[in-house]
């Protein structure tokens, strides 16, 4: 059994983690950006190292992301209890309904839209970042842009801290493979009115560099 793998979304993140690793054999990878690149850049690592006789010990998805208002502020780290397909589901008059509601055979849902944290793995992270925000991180395939849509989330999943793009995937790929999974995340926004002016991506790289100092 090999390292730990650590994914992010794209090279900046990649180069902030790369950054603050103390532990030669952690192995990151850039894989891209969404839910379907990252699900399937994720199970054919995971094959790959399986295949090779060299699997790999746990799996971070990790990067920057976007802090619900009032649960995880600009520069706050964030560490995920479990990842949840936010938008995987059918509108309705009565409003969203997620895919395990709809009647669907369960062996066709990859685990349902929530897939909770390694235990183990989040206690690590949490013993050795002990300041960071636990709760919900939710994924997304288009990101939130106004106060109306923040405010569905919110009142959808209360336990949500932050929103991204590949987390759910990757713990689907995961959890499939049989590895340990966990999310980091930095926040770099609120979540609501899409406005870049007011993103702080060199505080969340910083915070991203910092948390990987820590990985187990």
Request: glycine share 12%; proline share 7%; hydrophobic share 50%.
């Amino acid at each position: 059994m090999t390292g730990l793998l650590v994914l992010t979304a794209v090279p900046a993140e990649a180069e902030a983690v790369r950054a603050g690793l103390a532990d030669p054999t952690v192995t990151v990878r850039a894989i891209g950006v969404g839910p379907a690149v990252a699900g399937a850049a994720t199970a054919r690592l995971l094959a790959l190292a399986e295949a090779a006789g060299r699997p790999y010990r746990a799996v971070v998805s990790a990067g920057i992301a976007g802090g619900f208002a009032g649960r995880a502020p600009v520069g706050a780290t964030v560490l995920a209890s479990h990842s949840i397909a936010a938008d995987l589901g059918a509108e309705s008059p009565d409003g969203f309904i997620p895919v395990d509601e709809l009647g669907m055979p369960a062996e066709f849902l990859g685990g349902g839209p929530v897939i909770e944290a390694d235990p183990a793995l989040l206690g690590g992270l949490r013993a050795a970042l002990p300041a960071a925000v636990v709760g919900a991180v939710l994924t997304v395939s288009t990101v939130t842009g106004t106060a109306a849509s923040a405010t569905a989330l919110t009142d959808r999943h209360p336990d949500a801290v932050a929103e991204a793009m590949e987390g759910y995937a990757v713990a689907v790929a995961a959890t499939q493979a049989g590895v340990p999974f966990a999310e980091l995340r930095t926040i770099s926004n609120p979540i609501g009115p899409r406005d870049r002016d007011g993103w702080r991506m060199r505080e969340a790289f910083t915070a991203l560099t910092r948390a990987a100092r820590t990985l187990p």
